[in-house]
């Protein structure tokens, strides 16, 4: 995905196809939290024959890449988003909102930007937040089942060790 990100032809979005542009943001973006939420819930009622640990991953990636897209097009319109010129500034931008570092150097100052950047912030909390938290709990629990239903805690040194 971040391979096709660097090499597919963008040129198509921006300022010049406004209604293309945040079309696709939208419906890609609605797609991936449906998506996502389907895993959470998939893991919370415990469904067997999911795959979050493989989906997760990749809906999490494919949503930064939707965001960082979403950058790159706005960008393309003169001060919308000082800083950021390249493909790798769009990525590195977002990455620095998910992780809400903000270092400055790349900032929105247009409104278009900013309510995109609001609306990361807030689909981070929402959807991906809630994606790793379920990731995080189907992990723990097949390790558990990994472990056997009698291991479930490790005795302290040299307590009970001749029930072992």
């Keep these: 995905m971040v391979i096709a990100y660097f090499l597919l032809p963008l040129n ?9 542009s945040w079309t696709l943001f939208v419906l890609a973006l609605v797609l991936v939290a449906v998506l996502l939420l389907r895993q959470v819930v998939h893991v919370l009622l415990g469904h067997p024959n999911v795959r979050p640990g493989l989906v997760i991953p990749l809906l999490m990636t494919l949503s930064i890449l ?65 994606a790793a938290t379920a990731l995080t709990h189907y992990l723990r629990t097949a ?22």
């Design 66 to 130: 939707v965001f960082a897209t979403t950058y790159l097009a706005l960008a393309q319109n003169p001060g919308e988003l000082v800083g950021l010129d390249t493909r790798l500034d769009a990525l590195y931008f977002t990455l620095v909102t998910l992780a809400t570092v903000g270092y400055g150097d790349i900032t929105p100052h247009g409104q278009a930007a900013r309510l995109v950047a609001i609306l990361q912030i807030l689909y981070t909390f929402v959807f991906l937040t809630a």
């Design 12 to 20: 198509g979005l921006g300022p010049h196809r406004p209604a293309l």
């Design 143 to 164: 390790l558990l089942r990994q472990r056997g239903p009698h291991r479930h805690d490790t005795p302290a040194a040299g307590a009970d060790a001749d029930t072992e």
